[in-house]
RNA sequence: GCGCCCGUAGCUCAAUCGGAUAGAGCAACAGCCUUCUAAGCUGUAGGUUACUGGUUCGAUUCCAGUCGGGCGUACCA
């Protein structure tokens, strides 16, 4: 990728000087300066051979420097500075013939090709089907939805997962939920389960099926048909919910599964077997050995005869290890910070490779409107739903204030901030810089009708200070993807695009696009609209979030 | 009690294997629209990075301890 071209070439340089000065070759490490004064590419390579080589870093860094051949028309300058920095400053005319590349790749520009051939699984959300969405489930379905994009932008294979569970409690639970609203609509006074879930949901359900059965049930509780009922239409709605939210799921694996075909069993078999699980006061215990950390033995059965969620989280597990994937993803959130070590450890006990398995544990979000603390328990009647959030303040600022920061901090997300001043909302920050670079267009096609851009249009670009820094922005995109990627983190593509935003923004209000005047001056301008307006496209289909070409 | 996570400007949060003067947004204050969208731009102010000690050329970052908050610590998921 020429994007790599002048850090490639730096680096090259350096280890040449290496070599002439007979230190042994080894990683150069480049960084971004947070100043401009340091330049665009800086490196500490001769602080960390200041010990080695007993010498100052500043005299390693010269010794460096003169024996480098630094092509001017790439690097305008290279420098010492501070401890023994070398900072390198890219030339403005190699910056502005980027563009022209960089308007050839189009959509494609930030993808690239580091892990095509390889397939990532991502599993996230997996809530059962008990009751729709709610505000708990936000973050990590923003979460994962920008993950798999990012990891598919870097070459990745995805395969999106929701893994539920429709056995167990909790499904008897809203069987008997759905059937208690069901006879309260012939008999008022019918009783409620303790534990029930109180949602609406649950009423609506029940009228469903009383509208089309009438009593038929009447004191006739078919707890089969009432749970499945229950599952449909609860599933109707989570699945309604993440279509809204552009999130669609390859495989919906059913724990069940791994009953039906007997995994559970042999599961247990083996840990037995190899003496990992023992049998005890009528239930199966997986040893939990101190030395990696745990501090007691697990139940994996019941005395009941039913397992745990661990037993079959470890099968699940190692399903998607035996399914060959080269990443496999778990988003989680802090409330499952320990079990998920249980189940890596129980998956690595088995002799499987849990090294590809990565989990992302997000901190819980603390919703607020105003003062009010907004509890999202679904056994309270008073659930915020994901719906209604998206109802509130809309789907795009509901994804971006799901990943707008890092996972694993704590998440303080006051709805009625987000609600009575959506305009002060940070999407909008960058959705309006878009929205300004199409308007821009839309006025050349009126102002500029006819013309079009020639072979050589960038040479009419001033290059000034404001053009020059909007580029240098541009060029990043691909690194900063591919490094977003690497470490799971979609905060950093905003970070960035708010970077990106800013850039242009300043620009815009300095720099006159569109004059009849300067056709030539325009075209060029044009141009660095269209890749910097390219860049938000391509930032806004991986994070998750609608590019409005007019606001 | 024990384990994991977090603690950075008034608020919400960044900070690229440990790097240069710790950065944005909001809120506050002062400016900028006869010009492609002012949902914008420019400037000012705001900090003992919870605290203490350690490791080193250099610590928000790594280590130990203290304090504060979240989540776990179920034969719930």
Excluded at 61 to 72: G, Q
Excluded at 154 to 168: I, K, L, M, Q
Aim: hydrophobic share 35%; charged share 30%; glycine share 8%.
């Amino acid at each position: 990728m020429m994007k790599d071209n002048l850090k490639k070439y730096l680096e090259e340089e350096i280890l040449s000087s290496l070599d002439k000065l007979g230190i042994a070759r080894r990683e150069i490490v480049f960084d971004k300066p947070k100043e401009e004064k340091f330049g665009d590419y800086s490196t500490n390579i001769a602080m960390l051979l200041a010990k080695e080589l007993k010498q100052p870093p500043r005299k390693i860094a010269s010794d460096i420097l003169e024996r480098m051949k630094i092509d001017k028309a790439k690097i305008s300058n290279a420098e010492i500075a501070g401890a023994g920095f070398l900072n390198f400053f890219a030339a403005d005319p190699y910056c502005i013939a980027r563009l022209e590349e960089i308007l050839n790749e189009g959509s494609g520009f930030g993808r690239s090709a580091i892990n095509s051939g390889l397939r990532a699984n991502l599993e996230w959300i997996s809530a059962n089907p008990t009751g729709p969405l709610h505000t708990g489930h936000g973050r990590a379905a923003a979460l994962g939805k920008a993950i798999a994009n990012l990891l598919e932008w870097t070459g990745y294979d995805v395969t999106r997962e929701y893994y539920y569970n429709d056995a167990g409690n909790q499904m008897n639970n809203l069987a008997k939920s759905v059937y208690a609203r069901y006879m309260q609509i012939m008999d008022p006074g019918f009783e409620f389960p303790d534990e029930g879930y109180v949602g609406d949901y649950v009423k609506e359900i029940a009228a469903d099926i009383y509208g089309r059965h009438g009593d038929k049930f009447r004191d006739n509780f078919d707890s089969e048909y009432f749970k499945s009922e229950g599952e449909n239409h609860t599933f109707a709605l989570i699945k309604k919910t993440l279509e809204r939210m552009g999130i669609e799921h390859d495989v919906f694996f059913n724990e069940s599964s791994l009953y039906d075909d007997g995994t559970i069993d042999r599961t247990i078999e083996e840990l037995k077997s190899r003496s990992l699980a023992y049998e005890q006061d009528g239930a199966v215990w997986l040893r939990m050995p101190a030395e990696e950390g745990f501090q007691k033995d697990k139940v994996i059965v019941k005395s009941t005869g039913e397992p745990t969620y661990r037993l079959p989280d470890i099968a699940y597990h190692i399903d998607k290890v035996n399914r060959g994937f080269d990443l496999i993803v778990d988003i989680f959130g802090s409330d499952h910070g320990d079990t998920y070590k249980e189940v890596l450890y129980g998956v690595k006990c088995l002799g499987h490779d849990e090294s590809k398995i990565k989990v992302i544990i997000h901190q819980m979000v603390t919703f607020r409107m105003g003062d009010e603390s907004v509890k999202m328990s679904k056994r309270s009647d008073k659930v915020y739903s994901l719906d209604e959030l998206m109802d509130d303040i809309g789907a795009d600022a509901t994804q971006f204030f799901f990943i707008m920061r890092g996972a694993n901090t704590h998440l303080d997300f006051d709805i009625s901030l987000a609600k009575e001043r959506s305009e002060k909302n940070p999407v909008y920050y960058l959705q309006y810089a878009y929205a300004r670079i199409c308007g821009i267009l839309r006025n050349a096609e009126v102002k500029l009708a006819g013309d079009s851009v020639k072979e050589k249009w960038l040479e009419a670009l001033p290059g000034n200070e404001d053009e020059i820094r909007l580029i240098k922005v541009i060029d990043r995109f691909p690194e900063e993807v591919e490094q977003s990627a690497a470490s799971l983190e979609p905060h950093k593509i905003i970070n960035y695009l708010n970077e990106l935003a800013e850039s242009f923004h300043r620009f815009y209000h300095n720099n006159r696009v569109v004059d009849p005047d300067k056709p030539d001056v325009s075209r060029a301008r044009l141009q660095l609209c269209r890749a910097a307006g390219l860049v938000f496209r391509n930032g806004f289909e991986i994070i998750g979030v609608s590019a409005p070409e007019r606001m």
